[in-house]
């Protein structure tokens, strides 16, 4: 009859997926690295685990001292580039500073850190205070350091307390004399801790190793 419709010839709805109609896109979440639960976060990593990686494993800590960013005119306008002054030490009596340069402030840093590694060098230290008051001038700086009674502290500067710090040093006076360029300073107390010297260090470069020893027994 024309009042009849032909329902043989509707459409047929779409056939979801078995699991009730919802469907997935990008396969499965397991396959492709999530252990959170199929959030999309990416692997966890413990909180231990995150300190371990972040941890010296020579010991050595680092330290930016100075930061300084230079620019160079071209054809296209300004191309900036940046150097940064590390010191690095184990606070035990080993330091040594370095210098690198890049066109990133990150790409500096690492590459001073490495020049600064491969010039660590031992200071000599007398418990936790320097052994004797030593001078030191680099450039325009001139800086001088005292020894201190346990218990007084560093008594420096920014940039002076940077590299006694990492070398060990936890009680000392300090004078920053003459200019005040952080690169010169540092140098300055850099090359005053490696200049010191202990009693027994002296008496053996004299060739008096009998005093030394008569005194312990004594």
Known sequence: MADQKDISAAP???????????????GDRSSRGYSDGGRGRGPRRSSRDQRDNDEPKDGLIEKV???????????????????????????????????????EVSEAIK????????????????????????YSEFGGAKVLLRPA??????????????????????????????????SNVAKATLNALLSLRTREQILKARGLENRLTATKTA
């Open 12 to 26: 047929a709805a779409p056939a979801g997926p078995a699991s009730g109609g919802t469907q997935s896109f990008g």
């Open 65 to 103: 001292i100075h930061i300084n960013r230079s620019s160079k005119v071209v054809k296209g306008g300004r191309r900036f580039s940046f150097s940064a002054l590390i010191v690095m030490g184990d606070k035990q009596g080993r330091v040594g500073m370095g210098m690198g340069k890049g066109a």
């Open 111 to 134: 590459k001073g850190g490495e020049n600064a590694r491969s010039r660590v060098a031992a200071v000599s230290l007398s418990a936790s205070t320097i052994p004797h008051e030593v």
């Open 149 to 182: 009674s346990p218990g007084t502290g560093l008594i420096c500067g920014k940039t002076v307390r940077a590299v006694v710090e990492s070398a060990g040093v936890k009680d000392v006076l300090s004078k920053s004399l003459g200019s005040k360029n952080s």
